[in-house]
């Protein structure tokens, strides 16, 4: 037989272990290239710099999706 325990566990007391498990909110970060809050260690999702280079070419993205939906409009 596995353990069992000996006494239900009262909903007081499971509160009180729960209260301490909590989310803490995520500290952000001013990006150095557009001065906008970002989460540290992640790329900016205003600009699309991280570390002072270019990883995310949001024009690029925005041309592409307005081109692809000029297409669909166009079928």
């Known amino acids: 037989m596995t353990a069992l ?7 007081q007391r499971k509160g ?7 989310i803490k909110p995520l500290p952000l970060y001013a990006c150095p290239n557009c ?10 999702p205003n ?7 270019l990883v ?3 024009e690029k993205r925005k041309e ?3 081109a692809k939906e000029k297409n669909e409009k166009g079928n």
């Not at 325990?5 to 909903?11: A, F, Q």
């Not at 009180?16 to 909590?22: D, E, F, H, L, S």
């Open 5 to 11: 325990p000996k006494r239900r566990i009262s909903t």
């Open 16 to 22: 009180k272990r729960r209260a301490a498990i909590k």
């Open 35 to 44: 001065s906008q809050s970002k989460q540290s260690h992640q790329v900016c």
């Open 47 to 53: 600009c699309g710099y991280y570390k002072g280079k």
């Open 56 to 58: 995310i070419n949001f």
């Open 64 to 66: 592409k999706k307005a």
